[in-house]
C-alpha cells in the first residue's frame, strides 16, 4: 500500500543553518512525489514536485528510489521559511494525494 | 483569478448537531476534492467528484458524512449527526484535470470543533 513517512514532528534551527526534511515512501511503481508547505494562516499551497527538478525559494528535493526517500534540503534557513511541509504523493488511481503527517519547521534568529 | 473558497472558516457545534461545510473551486475546474486532518494526523483524502458525479468516495469515514455538488460548481459536506471525532480541518481543493497532472489547489481549510 501506498505510504508516506514524515519521522520528524518538529524541527527546530537557526537561521542560516542547513534543513532537510526527511520523507520516506511506500508506492508500487514509480511514483511521483510533492511536497507541499502551509505557512501561518495561509492555504496549503505546492512548493514543489519532483517531475519538475525545480528550486522554489532555494529548496531542492531529489527523489532515491534505492532508499525510497524524497528529502526537502536548503543550504541556509531563513525566519521566513518557518512553516508546516507535507511530503505526499499520489493514490494508485491518481486521483487524489497521499499525505505523511507533516513537520513543522521553525527558524529562529 | 479567485481561488478555492471554503465557508466557513471556523465551526464550533455540540455533539449530535448538524453542520455543512461549503467549497467553491476555481471556475472551470471539473475536479474537486475534500480533506480532511484530525489533530495529530495527516491529511486524508475524503472524496473527489469529476463535475457533478462521485469518482472516489472511498475515503468517507461513514455514513455521517454526506458530499454533493449539484451542477459540477460548488460542493458541500454534510456531517450529521457530529461526533467528537470529526473534530479537525477540513481542506477543499480543485483541479483542471486530474490533480496529479495539473496540480491541486487547496482552500483555507474549515476548522471543525465538536464539543
Known amino acids: 500500500a501506498q505510504r508516506v513517512t514524515q519521522p520528524e514532528k518538529l524541527l527546530s534551527v537557526f537561521k542560516g543553518a542547513p534543513v532537510e526534511l526527511k520523507c520516506n515512501y511506500s508506492?508500487?511503481?514509480?511514483?511521483?512525489l510533492f511536497w507541499y508547505v502551509q505557512y501561518s494562516r495561509q492555504r496549503l499551497q505546492l512548493l514543489l514536485r519532483h517531475i519538475s527538478r525545480e528550486s522554489i525559494k532555494g529548496f531542492t528535493a531529489d527523489l532515491n528510489k534505492g532508499e525510497t526517500s524524497f528529502h526537502l534540503k536548503k543550504p541556509f534557513a531563513q525566519e521566513e521559511d518557518s512553516a508546516m511541509y507535507y511530503c505526499?504523493?499520489?493514490?494508485?488511481?491518481?486521483?487524489?494525494?497521499?499525505f505523511g503527517k507533516g513537520t513543522t519547521l521553525s527558524v529562529s534568529s | 483569478e479567485a481561488g478555492v473558497t471554503q465557508f466557513p472558516s471556523h465551526s464550533v457545534i455540540e455533539k449530535g448537531q448538524t453542520v455543512t461545510l461549503r467549497c467553491d473551486p476555481i471556475s472551470g475546474h471539473d475536479n474537486l476534492y475534500w480533506y480532511r486532518r484530525v489533530m495529530g494526523k495527516e491529511i486524508k483524502f475524503l472524496l473527489h467528484?469529476?463535475?457533478?458525479?462521485?469518482?472516489?468516495e472511498s475515503g468517507m469515514p461513514n455514513n455521517r458524512f454526506l458530499a454533493e455538488r449539484t451542477g459540477g460548481t460548488y460542493s458541500t459536506l454534510k456531517v450529521q449527526p457530529a461526533e467528537l471525532e470529526d473534530s479537525g480541518v477540513y481542506f477543499c481543493a480543485s483541479s483542471q484535470g486530474l490533480g496529479s497532472n495539473y496540480g491541486y489547489t487547496f482552500g483555507s481549510g474549515t476548522r471543525l470543533t465538536v464539543v
Open positions: 467528484f469529476v463535475k457533478e458525479s462521485k469518482q472516489d
Open positions: 505526499a504523493l499520489p493514490n494508485q488511481a491518481g486521483t487524489a494525494l497521499i
Open positions: 508506492y508500487s511503481g514509480s511514483p511521483e
